[in-house]
Structures are given as structure tokens and as C-alpha cells.
């Protein structure tokens, strides 16, 4: 049993409270912990509906090894940078909600990373992390000029015609509704976006795609390859939840799966040229 308090900003579904408290948390274990309602508050039962309040106090009777903080995965460190692996479903920086994030999980281990730039909530992939001032600075101007190219892959709804290309368009962002819209027409408050895709793969109703960045705006491959017609897999703020639901896929299926460095000169010109990469680790059944 684990006694917590629970330092939120505001008020959270029981279900949403677990799985950011303890991100490492499997899905099958939530699922039972609710089912089973294990989770006590001033000695009362709490179920899938329950809200969690800031400041409770709760008693978790969850088994222990599935609730400790996971050791960041890293994927390549030296003295300058490191690249850690995200996964689906914890912040790469500040949580409002105040659950772990990635950057806190590195810090652990090296205490003076800081993130570079960042990946949607329910995005895994590569995040890259300064380790001194040098190659903060190095970094944060080689992702603001894009010298640097980021791949990703991902599985879509549906088959590209042409299996490859660029698409162009306009994106704005809607604060109110927390949510971006794409255009072919420029309008007042919309930015340029490029996205080029290839397609690798394909079969009936699903096609796996490998993604370039061109530019890189808020939920832009989400909201520019639904635009283009063909939605990323489990995103139901810009996908067909229809068809979410029939495949049973609850989570988008896009990962970063690559980075390729460009350094011309400076602290980080060892690394001109070299590129890193992980395999997707995509959660849709018959697609693993």
C-alpha cells in the first residue's frame, strides 16, 4: 500500500489522476485497480467516476512494482547531450496537473538536462536534452533554423494517393478550443505548414507512413494528414473516432522515431551528419 497526496492544480478523474501519477502504470493494471477499487480515500472506496481533489490524501493498493518511477530509457549520452526515448502519455515538461514528467525522470539521473523541444502528451519518440549552456544554446538554434530533419512514423486510416509527397498548407491555432485547424488558404493568424510523408507500407484500411517535419507547429502531423484525409490511427481530437472504435485503438499511433544532426561548426560539430533512431512502438492490435 502507497499513501499520496495529491499535488494537482485542479480536480481530476480518478482513472486520469492514476495514470499520471504513475505513468509506468499498464493499462490491464488500471483497468483492474478501478475495477477492483483499489484506491481509499478517508477510508472509502474510490470508482472509475470519482473525482481526485487537490490536497487528498489516498491510500493506493496497487502492487508496488508496478507503481515506482521508471528509469528513463536512454538512447545515446556524452557530455554535451543526451537522447531519451518518451513514452505515450507523460509531459515532456511541466505538467499543470503536476504528474512526472520526462525531463524530471532524466534529471534523476543527470541533473542539469533540460529539454529541447517537445512531443504531444500522447506521442512517444526521441526527445533530445542539453547537458551545459554550450549545447543548449547549440541546439535550441539548430531546432529554431530547422537544420536538423525529424522523421516519425505512424500508422493512418486510409491508403495516400500519391504514396509520397509534401503537403502544404496553413495552420491556426484555436486556443479556446485547444485544438488547430489546417487551411489551403492563408488567413489572418494561420502559419506556413510543410509536412512530406512516404508511405511503407499498406493494406486493406491501414497504411503505415514515414513523416518529415518540415516545419514544426502545434499537432501538426495530426491535423495535417486528417486534413489530407488520411488520420493518424487512435487520434480522436482530429481522427475518425468511428473507426477508432472499431479497431479498438485508444491512443495515436505516432512516434519520432528519428534525428538526423547538422552542426557546421561550433560545440556540437562532432556530431554533423550523424543520425539516431528508435523503432515505433505502436500499441494498435495486429500492428505491434
Known sequence: MRELVATIAKPLALSLFLRQSFPSLPQRQLKNALDR????REGRRLGPGDLVFPGDRLQVFIDERYLAAPRPEILFADENLLLAVKQPGISVTEDKAGACTLEALVRQEYPGARACHRLDFYTGGLV?????????LALETAFRDRSLNKFYRCLVFGKPVPGRGLLRGYLKKEADKALVRVTERETPGALPIETAYETLDSCETVSLLRVELITGRTHQIRA???AAGFPVCGD????DRAKNRAFHVRTQQLWAT???FHFAGGPLAYLDGRAFSIRPRFTMRGFE
Open 258 to 260: 528519428e534525428l538526423v
Open 236 to 239: 480522436d481530437r482530429y481522427g
Open 224 to 226: 495535417h494528414l486528417a
Open 128 to 136: 533530445v536534452f542539453s547537458l551545459n549552456e554550450r549545447s543548449r
Open 37 to 40: 477499487r483499489d484506491v481509499k
